[in-house]
């Protein structure tokens, strides 16, 4: 990648410089009662409209900003020896400087707020599941998972817990100085492993009650975890039966990782003008995974935002628009839970929806939107849901609904009891006949093959379906920036229901992912 064409601006040398020469105003809270009357607000501005705002977006602008993406990923090569936006790397600081930078050349139609945080990040060097005298090779580390007391090999018999083991009372006193062999389900992995640590485990296993592997996460690191795998159900089963048969399972565990916190931030833009009582609120996501640049994941996404926000820029709105790129997304969603826990229960209810722009470009794509219900997540999502449908359809295209069960920053909101929804184009999914013959592309291949993969780069995006899905965006962008009307307004009640409802109980059970990582 030749860097000639990219202007080493300003931009680039501070990102170059590291982390310290990162300057930013520090600031918790969101808006409150911006001032409309702010000067810079040129008249003559045409009220934003929806055909206005999506004629502007063309997918040769798009793809520009990928290639300053893609540079921008190269800046972490030192460190990590290939491009990478991961949070903590020079190449997600460059990309935090560049949005900054752009939302900087608009003047003063947006005020842009920098909401730093600790994130909690992990990283396994070694891991080994012994069962028996053999290597467990579909067992994974789970995610924030502590190492093994010294970084060293642990030996312990395998012992079964009771239930779904989210008491204390499932695990029995003979867990102490073994390995915890734990049934997936019901409560948080973290839990499980907390629990086991408690009991006297030095070390557990969470394996799956159905086929499949389970690459999990333990979230919030806790100081009673233990090192903690998943194992696939087909693997498990035998030594559930042996164990239930009364046998000893001697094993061995060793994981060396590290779990590390580190300082990242959110990017908040809000237009000056537009009532800022009724905003109507969009986020992607700033960073990658390690492994590689995510261009598609999430850089897709997060442009097309920088592209409609300096669009609208030429354009007057009458309710206030607010975007934000969330930092830690790949680390579990960190950065929006971090946001709309911040928000005090006035500042919540100004938010009438927020739209999750998550991958919008995959290879193999297909035109994907969240199954958003209003008797499962707070109502106006599924008027949200409709109002993509209702595009596609209009341009004679195909969709169709995916689960919506916490994969991406949405997930913060639907909890905090705010109208949520959004599209994508697929992640390591794949993709089937039916869907083939629905969108184009190949059935049996994986909607994204580099997903969360070093070969998630400039190759990895259709532009069709981004420029198709950028226009999806400016109309939801435009839509709510000019009215309401027709939406439902947010319910008096809907913040302290939020955490107590029966409908937030059974988002809860049904929500099983922190982002790209099973949580229960
Ligand atoms: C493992 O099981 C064997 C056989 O029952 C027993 O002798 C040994 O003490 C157990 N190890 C631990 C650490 O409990
Ligand atoms: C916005 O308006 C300015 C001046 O009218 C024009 O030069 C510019 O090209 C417009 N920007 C976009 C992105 O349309
Ligand atoms: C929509 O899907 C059907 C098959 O279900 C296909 O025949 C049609 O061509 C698709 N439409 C578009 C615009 O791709
Ligand atoms: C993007 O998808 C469209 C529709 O399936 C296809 O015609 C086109 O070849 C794809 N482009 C790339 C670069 O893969
Ligand atoms: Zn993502």
């Not at 990309?95 to 990283?123: C, E, K, M, N």
């Not at 994981?255 to 003008?273: K, L, P, Y």
Request: proline share 5%.
């Amino acid at each position: 990648m030749t860097l000639k064409g990219f202007a080493l601006s300003g931009l680039a040398a501070l990102a170059l410089s590291g982390a310290t020469a990162l300057h930013v105003p520090e600031q918790q809270q969101v808006p409150i009662g911006v001032d409309s009357k702010v000067q810079g607000l040129k008249p003559g501005k045409p009220l934003v409209d929806s055909d206005a705002l999506q004629a502007t977006i063309n997918s040769k602008n798009l793809f520009a900003r990928a290639k300053k993406l893609w540079w921008l990923a190269h800046m972490s090569k030192e460190e990590y020896n290939h491009p990478t936006r991961v949070i903590g790397s020079k190449g997600h600081l460059g990309t935090f400087l560049y949005i900054s930078q752009t939302l900087g050349t608009l003047g003063d139609y947006y005020r842009v707020w920098h909401q730093p945080f600790t994130a909690v990040t992990g990283y396994v060097s070694e891991s080994r599941l012994v069962l028996d005298q053999s290597v467990a090779q579909h067992a994974q580390p789970m995610s924030l998972t502590p190492p093994t007391k010294n970084k060293e090999p642990v030996h312990g018999n395998l012992t079964l817990v009771s239930n779904d083991g989210c008491d204390a009372g499932d695990y029995p006193a003979l867990v102490s100085g073994n390995i915890a062999f734990i049934k997936r389900g019901t409560c948080p992995f973290g839990t499980k492993s907390e629990l086991a640590g408690k009991a006297g485990a030095v070390a557990a296993v969470v394996y799956n009650y159905e086929d499949g592997p389970v690459a999990g996460t333990l979230g919030e690191p806790s100081r009673h975890h233990v090192a903690t795998f998943g194992l696939p159900g087909e693997d498990a089963r035998p030594f559930v039966q042996r164990l239930q048969a009364g046998e000893t399972i001697p094993s061995i565990a060793y994981v060396d990782s590290v779990v590390d916190q580190i300082v990242t931030r959110n990017i908040v833009a809000q237009t000056t003008q537009g009532d800022p009582e009724n905003c109507v609120m969009l986020g992607g996501h700033s960073d990658s995974v390690d492994a590689g640049p995510g261009i598609n994941d999430d850089g897709s996404g997060s442009l097309t935002l920088l592209e409609i926000a300096v669009n609208l820029a030429n354009f007057t709105v009458n309710n206030c628009v607010r975007f934000a790129w969330w930092s830690a997304e790949e680390e579990g969603l960190l950065g929006s839970y971090h946001y709309v826990k911040s928000l005090s229960a006035e500042e919540n209810r100004k938010i009438r929806l927020f739209m999750d722009y998550d991958m919008l470009a995959s290879p193999n794509f297909a035109y994907q939107i969240y199954d958003a219900r209003n008797d499962e997540h707070p109502v106006g999502s599924q008027e949200l849901r409709d109002f993509y449908v209702d595009w596609y359809t209009r341009q004679g295209l195909n969709y169709t609904f995916i689960p919506f069960d916490g994969r991406s920053d949405y997930d913060g909101f639907i909890r905090g009891g705010i109208p949520a929804g959004g599209i994508a184009t697929g992640a390591e999914g794949v993709k089937t006949v039916e869907e083939a013959a629905m969108f184009g592309g190949e059935d049996g291949v994986p909607y994204d093959v580099c997903y969360h993969e070093l070969c998630d780069n400039l190759q990895n995006l259709n532009l069709t379906a981004w420029e198709v899905n950028s226009k999806l965006v400016a109309h939801s962008v435009a839509t709510f920036a000019r009215s309401f009307e027709g939406f439902p307004k947010r319910a008096v009640d809907d913040i302290t229901l939020a955490a107590s409802s029966a409908k937030h109980d059974a988002y809860e059970k049904k929500a099983k992912y922190r982002g790209s990582k099973l949580f229960i």
